[in-house]
């Protein structure tokens, strides 16, 4: 088999969260690049169509669905919504995530926590969970959990996103774990330090980006398209004897 047939995901449907931008963005372009019919998701529709509406001038497939994972009931409207229309999920990216503050971890306070663990660790449980029974029912599937490297390493005035993030990897595995033998592969992306509107608070301050490039052997910050290829790798054929990974895409971060 060649190698352009391992990451062939035609006929695939896929659904990637946090897609209207960014990482999220660039994965649902790649994975209809390859084949796929993508569902974009995001919080707020217009983004989500103005992504699935150039996909689809581009010769690929895709659609567009409003979710915000923080809220349970729109987790199942879209499980809903996928199961009537299409019956199936064969990949499911989870990306869309919450770090609303920035600052002394003890200074957290309550909404913050809240809203961060609602979307980070209640979001993507339950996104993984539903995902999983609709793939046992298809005799298989792939998830891919985006998390980061500061689930190994916290990032300074990041404790609570750090946190979240550990919970993810570990999630991961415990979802990989369980779901071997039903075919379905669960492993996770961590991407480092990436220039997007998420991580503006850490790539517009001088003093933080100088302090991260000390961190960093690649010696630069990024693009969003660089994480594209690393899930590719994950939901495709070319990783099929891989599960409960945590696969670095960081410049080298985690090696220092």
Known sequence: MSSKNLFDLTGKVALITGASRGIGENIARTLADYGAHVIVSSRKIDGCEAVASSIREAGGSAEAHACHIGEMDQIESIWAHIEQTHGKLDILVNNAAANPYFGPVEDTDLGAFNKT????????????????????????????????????????????????????????????????????????????????????????????????????????????????????????????????????????????
């Open 117 to 256: 663990v609602d979307v980070n660790i209640r979001g993507y449980f339950f996104m993984c969970a539903r995902g999983a029974r609709m793939m046992k029912k298809a005799g298989g599937g792939s998830i891919v959990n985006v998390a980061s490297v500061n689930g190994v390493n916290p990032g300074h005035f990041q404790g609570i996103y750090s946190v979240t993030k550990a919970a993810v990897i570990s999630m991961t595995k415990s979802f990989a774990m369980e779901l071997g033998q039903q075919k379905i592969r669960v492993n996770a992306l961590l991407p480092g330090l990436t220039d997007t509107k998420f991580a503006s608070a850490l790539t517009t301050n001088d003093a933080i980006k100088k302090q991260a490039m000390a961190h960093i052997p690649m010696k630069r910050v990024a693009d969003p398209s660089e994480m594209a290829g690393t899930v590719l790798y994950l939901v495709s054929e070319a990783s099929s004897y891989t599960t409960g990974a945590c696969i670095n895409a960081d410049g080298g971060y985690l090696t220092i």
